[in-house]
């Protein structure tokens, strides 16, 4: 089991600890730190355009080939005043700025020893021998609202909760607009995906910090991975890249977005529901030498009571079922199991 101290980033080092290089394998086969440009830009869906009656088509059809080619496209008039984004990026930098000792305050070991899913720290070290991330986090789960766990929400700097609170509304406005479009795409209900979610679905916030490391071509930010929820609403660093995605072998890098775009990327929870028209992209985040990054994420989850399966609207004997179902809290905590492993969940749930 981790110590209390054995996830956390040395700042003053030249070499990295041995614990955080990747593994040789993922040196080799054509998959090295640095990736290729993106062989056409990132597909941009303007929001408003796309749920008004005017220019919906035109918007649709770029998001069913985003969704087809990529898993996951950048969101533009989606609504949310640049001045809140700023300000959540501002509260979250000035919460990594603070001492260890206060953000320990938040820790997500309980008792400096057991791991929870919320808190201030990194992922679950599950044995000695595992390979570690190079980024600092901030995990809080924001919604349903009563069920927020205040004790872990920071309260440096002063306005962090009512921001991420007015953040989150935001937010949820942009994903069920998002959520109703791609329903849409499958000739469903509008709200079928929604539904989907059960009485009680999640959204985990979870702000990311990587520092900025000396050996970028042997150590990740986050390994190679596909997000565990729904949908994930990604708010990028506007000046330093980092993050990249796979596609047929080859890992793309990700510029970083100027004018308040928000990145939208598919989680193998969508997947499963849609069995398997709609898939969500490995990504990864790389290191940089001189700078520093920081993103957040809000990732949407279905009721962990709920379980996850096809929508039975999507099947017939061309389209048999292809995924198991699965209780949404299983899925979560196999889903941390198989990321220690460095491997993929979804895999174990074909059919
Ligand atoms: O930092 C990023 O750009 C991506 C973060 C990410 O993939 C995640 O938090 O799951
Ligand atoms: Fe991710």
Known sequence: ??????????????????????????????????????????PFIDLRRLLAFDG???????????LQNWGFFLVTNHGIEASLIDAVVAASREFFLQSLAQKREYSNLIEGKQWQLQGYGNDPVKSQDQILDWSDRLHLRVEPEDERDLALWPRHPESFRDILHEY???????????????????ELDDDCLINQFGEKGSTYARFNYYPACPRPDLVL???????????????????????????????????????????????VSMEIMTNGIFRGPVHRVVTNSEKERMSLA????????????PIAELLDENQPIRYKKIKCKDFVSAHYEYFSKRERVIESLKI
């Open 1 to 42: 089991m981790a110590d209390h101290d054995s996830w956390r980033i040395p700042s003053t080092v030249q070499e990295p600890p041995s614990r955080y290089l990747i593994p040789e394998q993922e040196r080799l086969g054509g998959q090295q730190l640095v990736g290729e440009e993106m062989p056409e830009p990132v």
């Open 56 to 66: 919906a088509e035109e918007e649709a059809a770029k998001l069913r080939s985003a």
């Open 168 to 186: 989150t509304l935001n937010c949820k406005t942009v994903k069920d607009g998002i959520l109703r479009a791609m329903a849409k795409l499958l």
């Open 221 to 267: 930010g986050i390994r190679p991975h596909c997000d565990v929820c729904v949908l994930t609403l990604l708010l990028m660093d506007k000046d330093v890249g980092g993050l990249q995605v796979l596609r047929d072998g080859t890992w793309y890098s990700v510029p970083p977005v100027r004018d308040y775009a928000l990145l939208v990327n598919v989680g």
């Open 298 to 309: 809000m990732f949407y989850a279905a009721d962990l009571e709920k379980e996850i399966e």
